[in-house]
C-alpha cells in the first residue's frame, strides 16, 4: 500500500492567473506530487491548492511552491476578504493512506525547519502539531491578521515554533500543521440568505454564543446567498468527519429546513473528499433504509443520490474522491488484472513466481466467489423469500473472503520476489552482510504471512458456509461443493506454502509457533470442508 499525505497550501494571491499558474507549476512538477485541485478566489485574493504524493515528496511539493511564493507575492501590497497571515497563509498535512497523524506531524516540522532555513521566514505550528495550547487553532494564531503581526511578533508568547521573531513585510508569516481532512461542503435550500445563517447558527458547534452552542461537534458553519444558482446555502467546514459525518450534517439541515418550511434541493461538495467518508455515508443510508449493497461504485451512486450532489453540478466520483484521483483505490496488480488465459499461459512460464502460493490464493478466492454466486441466486428469488434476511447476512462474509484474497495473488508473487532480490544483495562488506541478514529476514516474514492470510480467511467463512449449505438453493449444489473443495485446496496450498518457507526461519520459538498454528489451520480447513460436502451430500430437493 502507498504511503499518501494530502497536502493543502493557502496562498494569499488569487488574482494575478501568472502567480497563480508559477505556484501551480512549481508544485505539480515535483517529483511524486500530483496536483489535484486549484481553487483562486477573487475576492477573498487567495488560492486554494490541493495535492497528494509521499511523505518526502509533499513537503518538497510545499516548499518548491513557496520559493515561487517568496519571489512573487508581497504582503504589504496584499487585501482579500478572507483572514490571512502571510504569503503561504497556512500549510497542513493531512494523512490519507499508509500514514498516520504523527507522520504528518513530522511532514509540518520538517517543513517548517526548511522554509525558515532557506527563506528566514517565520512558522507557527497549528492542529496537532501545535506546541501551546493557546496557538492550536487557525484563528488564534491569525488574530489580528498580517497588519497586526508585528506587534504579536514583540510578545513572548507569540514568539514563532519556527524562524525569526521579526516581521518580512514581504511573506508575513506561515502557520503549518497536521490535521484530519476537512470536508468543504454546502447544502442547498430555497430560503433566504437570514434563513440559511439561522440554520447554520443551529447546527455549528459555536452555536449563536458561548451560552448557546450548537448541536454538531467538529462544525463550523454559516448562510450565506449563491446569486449564480439563485438559491441559499448553509455553508459548512467539517474539520473532523469522523465525529460528525456527512449525513448528519445533511439530515439536521434537512430537519431544521422543514421545521421553517423550507425545501432542501441536494448539496455541494466543494473541492475533494475522502472515499472513508462516502463509504460511512452509505453505509448509514444502507442501514436507515434497509438497504443489501455490496459493490462499492453503487454504494458511492447511492450516496450521490440521497445528498443530491448533482444539484449545481456533475459529481464524477473519479474526479473528486481523493484515492479515486490517485488511482490507489481498489487498484488490481499485474496477476490479478490478467486474462484467465494470460495468467494461465504466466504461471506455465520458465519462472519461480508466480507459484503455488498465487494459484492457492486465486483457487480460494474462487470458492469464495462461488459461494458468493450461491448466496445471490438464493436472495431475490421469489422461491426463497423467506431466506432473504439470512441471506443478507451469509453473502457479505464470502463476498468480503473473496475481495480479502484476490489481491493475495499478486501479494504472494512480490513477497516472493522480494526475498529473492534480498537474496541478491551485496556481502562483501559487514556492513552489507548485515543489512542483507536483515532484509531477508523480513522478506522471509513476509513469504509466510501472505498464506497465513489465505488460510485464516478461508477459515473464517465455514460457519456461514455451513449455513448456506444447509439452506441454499438447491440447484446450485454441486457449485458450492466446487467451492468448499476450491477453498479446502486454496488452504492446503497455503499450508504448504508455509511449511516449504518456515524452515528458513532462523528463531527456533518462532518456527515452532508458525508450523503449529498452519497444523491447526488446516485441520479446520479440512473438518470444514467435510462438514460442508457432508451437509450437501445429505440434502434432498
Known amino acids: 500500500m502507498s504511503r499518501i499525505v494530502e497536502c493543502v497550501p493557502n496562498f494569499s494571491e488569487g488574482r494575478q492567473k501568472e502567480v497563480i499558474e508559477a505556484i501551480a507549476t512549481a508544485i505539480g512538477s515535483t517529483a511524486g506530487c500530483n496536483l489535484l485541485d486549484v481553487d483562486p478566489g477573487i475576492s477573498t485574493n487567495r488560492t486554494v491548492y490541493t495535492f497528494v504524493g509521499s511523505p518526502e515528496s509533499v513537503v518538497e511539493g510545499a516548499l518548491n511552491g513557496a520559493r515561487v511564493a517568496f519571489q512573487l507575492i508581497d504582503m504589504s501590497r496584499h487585501s482579500g476578504e478572507h483572514p490571512r497571515l502571510g504569503a503561504l497563509d497556512v500549510c497542513p498535512f493531512i494523512p490519507v493512506q499508509g500514514v498516520d497523524m504523527l507522520d504528518c506531524i513530522e511532514c509540518s516540522k520538517q517543513f517548517a525547519s526548511r522554509l525558515t532555513s532557506e527563506l528566514q521566514v517565520s512558522v507557527y505550528l497549528y492542529g496537532a502539531s501545535a506546541t501551546q495550547e493557546h496557538r492550536k487553532t487557525l484563528p488564534q494564531i491569525r488574530a489580528g491578521e498580517y497588519e497586526g503581526l508585528q506587534e504579536k511578533l514583540a510578545k513572548p508568547e507569540w514568539a514563532p515554533d519556527y524562524g525569526p521573531a521579526m516581521l518580512m513585510p514581504t511573506w508575513g508569516a506561515t502557520v503549518t500543521g497536521a490535521r484530519k481532512v476537512l470536508i468543504a461542503y454546502n447544502v442547498n435550500l430555497l430560503a433566504t440568505k437570514e434563513q440559511a445563517h439561522r440554520i447554520a447558527l443551529n447546527i455549528r458547534e459555536q452555536g449563536r454564543r458561548d451560552t448557546e452552542p450548537g448541536r454538531l461537534q467538529n462544525v463550523q458553519a454559516i448562510g450565506w446567498y449563491l446569486e449564480e444558482a439563485n438559491i441559499a446555502q448553509v455553508s459548512i467546514n467539517l474539520t473532523d468527519p469522523d465525529v460528525t459525518p456527512l449525513h448528519s450534517v445533511y439530515q439536521e439541515c434537512c430537519n431544521d429546513a422543514k421545521e421553517l418550511d423550507l425545501a432542501v434541493v441536494g448539496s455541494q461538495i466543494v473541492g475533494l473528499v475522502p472515499l ?266
Open 276 to 541: 472513508a467518508a462516502m463509504l460511512e455515508t452509505a453505509e448509514y443510508y444502507l442501514q436507515y433504509e434497509n438497504l443489501f449493497i455490496l459493490e462499492e461504485d453503487q454504494k458511492i451512486r447511492l450516496v450521490i443520490d440521497r445528498l443530491g450532489l448533482n444539484s449545481l453540478g456533475n459529481f464524477n466520483p473519479k474526479e473528486r474522491i481523493i484515492e479515486y484521483i490517485v488511482n490507489e483505490a481498489d487498484e488490481d496488480g499485474p496477476l490479478e488484472s490478467m486474462s484467465v488465459k494470460d495468467f494461465v499461459l504466466t504461471v506455465a512460464g520458465r519462472t519461480p513466481s508466480p507459484g503455488g502460493g498465487s494459484v492457492s490464493a486465486l483457487v480460494a478466492s474462487l470458492g469464495a466467489s462461488l459461494s458468493t454466486m450461491m448466496g445471490f441466486l438464493t436472495y431475490g428469488n421469489r422461491k426463497f423469500s423467506h431466506l432473504d434476511s439470512e441471506m443478507r447476512l451469509l453473502i457479505p462474509q464470502f463476498y468480503s473472503a473473496m475481495k480479502k484474497l484476490t489481491p493475495m495473488v499478486d501479494a504472494d508473487a512480490a513477497a516472493f520476489n522480494r526475498y529473492m532480490s534480498a537474496m541478491k544483495l551485496p556481502k562483501s562488506t559487514e556492513e552489507e552482510l548485515q543489512f542483507r541478514e536483515k532484509m531477508m529476514k523480513e522478506t522471509l516474514m513476509m513469504c509466510v504471512k501472505v498464506p497465513i492470510t489465505v488460510i485464516k480467511t478461508v477459515n473464517n467463512v465455514w460457519p456461514a458456509l455451513k449455513k448456506l449449505a444447509e439452506i441454499g438453493n438447491f440447484s446450485c449444489k454441486s457449485d458450492l461443493q466446487v467451492g468448499a473443495k476450491c477453498m479446502e485446496t486454496g488452504a492446503w496450498g497455503a499450508y504448504q506454502n508455509i511449511m516449504t518457507n518456515v524452515d528458513s526461519i532462523q528463531d527456533d520459538d518462532t518456527k515452532a509457533e508458525i508450523k503449529a498454528d498452519a497444523e491447526r489451520e488446516l485441520k479446520e480447513a479440512q473438518d470444514g470442508c467435510q462438514s460442508v460436502l457432508a451437509i450437501l451430500d445429505d440434502r434432498k430437493e
